[in-house]
């Protein structure tokens, strides 16, 4: 699917290269046959939208929506596995199911990074695309549903891929379940959530004292991670 080559483009840090080459997303849209012409037009109207924006202050948006706090993090394990040890392992299965498809991942990239995934699915065929968008599809409505709260243009993206997903996941029934949610990008529970502890010595912590309980404890509050299974991993 050519499209989810065109959303994973939309999904990167947006940079001078994305404002040149705009049509050619464009054009890629119009060869694809998996949009019906309701979601193509919001794909483009998104492009528009988002290229008619001064870069710096596109970029500046960027950052503050999907860079800041854990909610709308593009890190697909960040809303599995949080900060546990099972992270680790993910990525190093989602690496290993790269490189069977012959696909060569860029150091700085980490293997769950959304847009990585959705360009690793746009090399497959339809039906195991659909399948690789299933699979993520609980977290594709909940990043949908957090962005529609923030009001963010970003959230259309989201919504298109639950599209092309056929899933039965519905964004509307997730925006209820986190109605009351707390933000978690204010300055407030940033600070909150990297405050550094005081080091404790022995004679503080006590020997059952970990340096991963201590992590853990300072997202204590945090929004928690969503814990479900990304392709049987």
Not at 16 to 38: D, F, I, P, V
Not at 97 to 110: H, K
Not at 177 to 183: H, M, S
Request: contains cysteine; charged residues 25%; glycine residues 6%.
């Amino acid at each position: 699917m050519i499209e989810l080559l065109v959303i994973s483009r939309l999904l990167e840090y947006p940079d001078a290269a994305l404002w040149q080459h705009q049509q050619e997303l464009r054009e890629a849209l119009a060869e694809g046959s998996a949009l019906n012409l309701q979601p193509a037009a919001q794909l483009n109207g998104f492009i528009t939208s988002l290229c008619n924006r001064d870069l710096l202050d596109a970029q500046a948006s960027y950052s503050e929506l999907f860079d800041r706090g854990r909610a709308t993090s593009l890190l697909l394990f960040e809303h599995v596995h949080g900060e546990s040890r099972d992270r680790g392992q993910a990525m190093v299965n989602l690496m290993n199911q790269y490189q069977q498809a012959g696909m060569e991942i860029d150091s700085r990239e980490l293997p769950d990074h959304l847009p990585l995934y959705l360009e690793y699915l746009s090399q497959r065929d339809e039906a195991e695309a659909r399948g690789g968008l299933q699979d993520v599809a609980p977290i594709l409505a909940l990043l949908a549903a957090r962005l529609k709260q923030r009001e963010s243009d970003y959230a259309v993206l989201f919504d298109v891929l639950l599209g092309l997903s056929q899933s039965d996941v519905a964004v509307e029934s997730v925006s209820q379940q986190i109605a009351g949610e707390a933000r978690d990008d204010t300055p407030q529970a940033l600070d909150a959530v990297w405050e550094e502890e005081q080091v404790k010595f022995v004679a503080e912590a006590g020997c059952g004292e970990s340096e991963i309980s201590s992590h853990q404890r300072r997202f204590a509050g945090a929004v928690a991670p969503q814990y479900l299974n990304i392709g049987g991993q």
